[in-house]
């Protein structure tokens, strides 16, 4: 489930690049200034999210790793360090909402190795997401190493040459197809033998898989889902805003196929737009290097599946359930539940207010969602307090 954590991805669309003339600042980063290096920063895993601290404008930022998203900064931050403007360009989040933002040029250091003139997308971050993080460090960096994320070993790695990294030998090779800036990593994938299609490798998805309206239908039709459970809700926040309040798809999907890899009994909500989406959830099995200019994916396997979650089946938010809104509520509410589930048999309702979880008050300031964040994901069991009554839950495997 995504709970609290707000999913910054992209908000570039098509049309934002549709102008016979490029832009400037396309052709002048991001770029490094040495053709050999091999660097490995530590990566902290929160919720499904991938955390790194990155130097900018001498000063250490926390970021969200995420190839599903531009580069962002937050509007305080790129304020704070008077970073130039070079361009405005409007686009679609990731619900579909189209949201206009600056772009600005950025030097951004991990280790000792800096990306020069990072186009990076400036907006408004609401609480949830100021609360969490400075900035995202996006997929447009991808082209200028081999990226490694290696969870177990808690380490981001950017190597020049292949040569320098372990977990490739025996690793599942993958096509990697890139479409162009901002050169967002897109994998082959294959419900049945007549059902296969595209899929985003997005790491601002904590799910293993997430289906576009067309990719349902189509393993739909070739018998690959056994199985959609309703859901009512919100499938979470972008920079437009809430996405709506709706009906809502869970799909048990029989078989995905990447390459030779075969996951099994997979669960992926349906969201409202293409592409299909692979999430850091695969990252709890493989070790993954991205190979852009090789146009190649490794998939080291290092766990075997279930290619299952546990979860509660319902989602929080502080931020307001109006659609299209960014503003805080410092007292969250149920934002999404699924059918059946342990949320679903204890009556949790969407826009119900959550008062405290597990005895402790939610008052929405940063510590307090840090800590909601933190029991929501490493908790079996707890228990809401609501308006009028306390309700008791124990995670399931969706």
Not at 44 to 58: F, Q, R, S, T
Not at 176 to 199: E, R, T, V
Not at 242 to 268: I, P
């Amino acid at each position: 489930m995504r709970n609290i954590l707000l999913l910054i991805s992209s908000i570039l669309s098509a049309s934002a690049l549709a102008n016979p003339s490029p832009p400037a600042w396309l052709a002048q980063g991001p770029y490094v200034d040495s053709d050999n290096f091999a660097i490995s920063v530590p990566l902290d895993e929160v919720a499904g999210k991938l955390y790194v601290n990155v130097k900018i404008g001498g000063q250490y930022k926390r970021f969200v790793f995420d190839t599903g998203s531009p580069s962002m900064l937050s509007r305080e931050l790129a304020e704070q360090l008077n970073l130039p403007v070079v361009d405005t360009r409007q686009g679609k989040d990731a619900h579909g909402t189209v949201v206009q933002t600056q772009i600005m040029q950025a030097d951004l250091t991990l280790a000792d190795l800096t990306f020069n003139k990072v186009p990076v997308y400036v907006a408004d971050f609401p609480h949830t997401a100021k609360c969490l993080f400075d900035g995202v460090l996006g997929s447009e960096l991808l082209p200028l190493c081999l990226w490694q994320i290696d969870t177990p070993g808690k380490a981001l790695r950017c190597h020049s040459q292949p040569q320098t990294l372990n977990h490739l030998n025996k690793a599942q090779k993958l096509t990697l197809h890139n479409i162009g800036y901002p050169h967002m990593p897109i994998l082959d994938i294959q419900f049945a033998k007549h059902a296969s299609s595209k899929a985003m490798f997005d790491t601002g998805s904590a799910e293993y898989l997430t289906l576009s309206p067309q990719d349902f239908d189509g393993a739909n039709r070739n018998q690959a889902i056994v199985k959609v459970t309703a859901g009512h809700g919100s499938l979470g926040s972008s920079l437009g805003g809430q996405a709506a309040v709706d009906a809502q798809r869970l799909a048990s999907v029989k078989t995905l196929q990447l390459g030779e890899l075969v996951l099994d009994n997979l669960q992926a909500p349906v969201r409202e737009h293409a592409p299909s989406l692979l999430g850091s959830a695969l990252l709890r099995h493989f070790i993954i290097t991205l190979d852009s200019k090789s146009q190649a994916a490794y998939f080291k396997a290092y766990q075997q599946g279930p290619y299952s979650k546990e979860g509660y089946g319902f989602a929080l938010s502080f931020e307001s359930l109006s659609q299209n809104t960014q503003s805080y509520a410092s007292q969250p509410s149920i934002s999404l539940v699924w059918q059946d589930s342990p949320a679903a048999k204890a009556g949790l309702k969407v826009g119900q207010k959550v008062s405290a979880i597990d005895g402790m008050a939610l008052n929405g300031s940063c510590d307090n969602l840090r800590q909601t964040q933190q029991l929501l994901s490493e908790s079996q069991q707890l228990t809401l307090t609501l308006e009028r009554q306390e309700i008791k839950l124990q995670k399931a495997a969706r």
